[in-house]
């Protein structure tokens, strides 16, 4: 592995990107080549387009790029399968070619002048290097306070992210092939790159505003990425679950008391005591066995889930020669 000048792959999944597709080439490209020119990274760099199924001309942008110019690669997937699959497939086209990957979305919204800094941070050892908003000022109230409460949320969930960042990163070959081992259907990538355990760092910018086109992740993309990134990653909902049942058998109790002394006391009408009673005793028995059942439930989701156990990171006294 060269470490000096690294064969970079920056990955660009792009949905239905036509409108901002010519200018955020030109913009990566002019990087890229000053980028080699400099000679932080090697000549045989290369910018890897991830078409998802658009339904616009974003693949014959992509096709004729990739024709006029030998720095330009593309994939083209059959269907639009989301942003975080057509990153994956991305970065397993990637990983066999290059050496660093930098994941970026096609709208430029983060700053790519970072993208050097980021390399730097590679050269100094580390695996993995986010790219984090220093402010949201660009995006849209709506957007900035339910982004906010959505971090909020994962690390109360204990879901490891890192706030303010999504996909915009740098990861090390090595990094990549670790992540490819995560073979899981709901994929949350920004969760999952956190645990592979490499050494990593922040680089800071400001995020601007899409330049063309329309935000791709409308609310209800938003809010199915959220769900996905909290089932994927954590069974602390089941466990709440369990908790309210506790919670109720304990309400349970003090009505019995109340019950009793308002029987002891003569206020308690002929049948009430016994059907108050059973109400919440039988709402905590519910309650408990869902969250039992959902304990084994959970069980069951992290072992389909497959993942790997562990990431070594280096080894002594067991190389071939
Ligand atoms: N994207 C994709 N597949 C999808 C939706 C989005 O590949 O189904 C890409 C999109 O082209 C862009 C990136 O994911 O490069 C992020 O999308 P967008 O900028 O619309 O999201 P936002 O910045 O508004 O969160
Ligand atoms: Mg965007």
Avoid at 19 to 28: A, F, N
Avoid at 143 to 161: E, P, W
Avoid at 268 to 289: Q, Y
């Amino acid at each position: 592995m060269e470490k000096d000048c690294p064969v970079l792959y920056i990955v660009v999944p792009c949905f239905n990107e036509q409108e901002v597709l010519p200018q955020s080439h030109q913009h990566l490209s002019q990087l890229l080549e000053e980028m080699v020119a400099k000679g932080n990274v090697a000549n045989d760099s290369k910018l890897l387009y991830v078409d998802d199924g658009s339904r616009d001309d974003t693949w014959e942008i992509i096709d004729r790029l990739s024709g006029d110019n030998n720095q330009v690669a593309g994939v083209k997937l059959a269907c639009n399968s989301g942003h975080q699959n057509a990153l994956m497939a991305g970065l397993a086209a990637a990983v066999d070619h290059c050496d660093i990957t930098v994941s970026i979305d096609a709208d430029l919204q983060d700053d790519i002048n970072v993208i050097p800094q980021m390399v730097e941070r590679y050269k100094d050892g580390c695996d993995i290097v986010f790219g984090v908003r220093r402010e949201r000022k660009s995006d849209s109230w709506f957007k900035r306070t339910t982004a906010t409460m959505f971090y909020k949320m994962m690390n109360r969930l204990d879901v490891d992210t890192i706030n303010n960042h999504a996909d915009f990163r740098l990861m090390s070959r090595r990094a990549v092939l670790a992540l490819l081992d995560y073979k899981e259907r709901n994929l949350f990538i920004r969760g999952i790159v956190t645990k592979l355990g490499y050494k990593t760092d922040s680089i800071f910018y400001d995020r601007s505003a899409r330049t063309a086109g329309e935000s791709k992740y409308p609310l209800r993309k938003m809010l199915n990425f959220a769900i996905d990134g909290i089932t994927s990653f954590s069974v602390k909902p089941v466990r709440m679950v369990f908790m309210v049942g506790i919670l109720f058998l304990i309400i349970a109790l003090i009505m019995l008391i109340y019950v009793l002394t308002a029987y002891f006391m003569g206020r308690a009408v002929s049948g009430w005591p016994s059907l108050i009673l059973s109400i919440w005793l039988v709402g905590a028995f519910i309650l408990i066995g869902l969250g039992i059942i959902g304990e084994y439930v959970g069980k069951i989701y992290t072992e389909v889930k497959n993942r790997p156990r562990f990431n070594v990171d280096t080894t002594v006294g067991l190389e071939k020669d």
